[in-house]
């Protein structure tokens, strides 16, 4: 469900926001443990953070999530990714999760602003963005406007270089009519569809119990011109699916060819749901690895000061 255009998301109901929250909490039980979640401030938010960080060293990894879901997604890669510095995956305010907007942050400038503060709440130097469809056009408005907090940006499946089409659509309602089947069934369906994340129980319950108890404020981001493509100028790793129904092989290497620093790689899967999780983890660790920046003197902020 949407709410009214230029509002924020809202609960239908107490009595679904604690339903959804029992779903949550079932769905974090997958993160890798111990992990800490503390809420960040800003002018028009609450904003709630996961950070998983056993050790301190390098630049925060900032995993910002695609429109409708939350922080849970990335419980398959937040363990992997710790390799290469401590792990803030950031629930964003207007979705089913239990971050709050007080006012729209869909516009760009608003969305600039309030990750702007975000980010300068969790550490004092560069973050790596890593983003995930509708997170991947959080990621790369952020490069365009407010460039300095950020050391890189990997982009999965991203939202913002193609226009939705009717291929999306359909994949999208087939998946979400897939869930509902026995489970025989699901996984056959996962594998036509190319799409793993339909078997996950938890966060499938999560998702319902979200788009049936939430009115999200609409996320429909414009695609970005090649001329704001060029404006990106940190690191780019372009990752999408074989199969996606968002974002074809092709049309990334088109748009990732206006990127002054970009790497397009294409592996198995479809849009948010791939194949080979240790596979992508490993690219991404690599990318991240060797873009380090200047991580001497970084203070990690958060409930550990």
Known sequence: MLAPKAEPGTWVSDAARDKFMAAYDRAFDLWPQPYEEFDVETATTTTRVHAYRPQADGRPIVLLMGAGFNASYWYL??????????????????????????????????????????????????????????GGWIAMNQAIRAPAPIASITLLDPA???????????????????????????????????????????LLDLMWAGS??????????????????????????????????????????TRGAALPDAEVVIVPGSHGGFDRVDELNRIMVAFI???????AGVHLRGTAD
Do not use: C
């Open 77 to 134: 890669h937040a363990a992997a990714l710790a390799q290469a510095g401590p792990v803030f995956a950031i629930d964003t305010p207007g979705d089913p999760n239990p971050s709050t907007a007080r006012a729209p942050i869909t516009a760009p400038e608003a969305s600039a602003a309030w990750l702007d503060e975000v980010l300068a709440q969790l550490s004092d130097g560069p973050a790596h963005l890593v983003g995930v469809s509708y």
């Open 160 to 202: 913002g270089l193609t226009k939705l089409d009717a291929r999306f659509w359909w994949w999208l309602t087939i998946s979400g009519l897939a869930t509902k089947t026995p489970m025989p069934l699901r996984r056959r369906l996962a594998r036509w569809l190319d799409s793993p994340f339909m078997l996950e129980r938890e």
């Open 212 to 253: 049936r108890g939430f009115r999200m404020e609409p996320k429909f981001p414009a695609v970005l011109t090649d001329d704001q493509l060029r404006q990106i100028t940190v690191p780019v790793l372009l990752i999408t699916g074989a199969r996606s129904a968002l974002i074809t092989p092709a049309q990334a290497r």
């Open 289 to 295: 690895a060797a873009h380090p920046a200047d991580s």
